[in-house]
């Protein structure tokens, strides 16, 4: 039976958790595709909107608690909390973020 990369069984990301990029993916936005895209050694993932506007922000600096600010703000709305952590759950799992070390769970 194929693992399903949308399973979040691993504890929520910590809201002090400041993720970044994985070291093996780079993100940057492709116009011919207008979309933000994930590029690795293998080849490419292309994102949707709403996981573009998250990952764009994960950059090392940020906390969770203050990516999910700016994305309530950004898009004027709240509650975004628990879909941004599953979110988080897929790209840890994924490995296309990484938490800074002491920062996860």
Known sequence: MKE????ADQPPIALEARPRIGRNFRLQWEEVQKAWVLLYPEGMVK?????GEILRRCDGQRTVA?????????????????QV?????????????????????
Do not use: H, M
């Open 47 to 51: 994102l949707n909107t709403s996981a």
């Open 66 to 82: 203050e990516i999910v600010a700016e994305l309530e703000e950004a898009f004027t709305t709240s509650g975004l909390l628990e």
């Open 85 to 105: 952590r599953s979110f988080f759950a897929i790209a840890l799992k994924q490995r296309w973020i990484e938490p800074e070390p002491g920062a996860a769970g």
């Open 4 to 7: 399903d990369p949308t399973r």
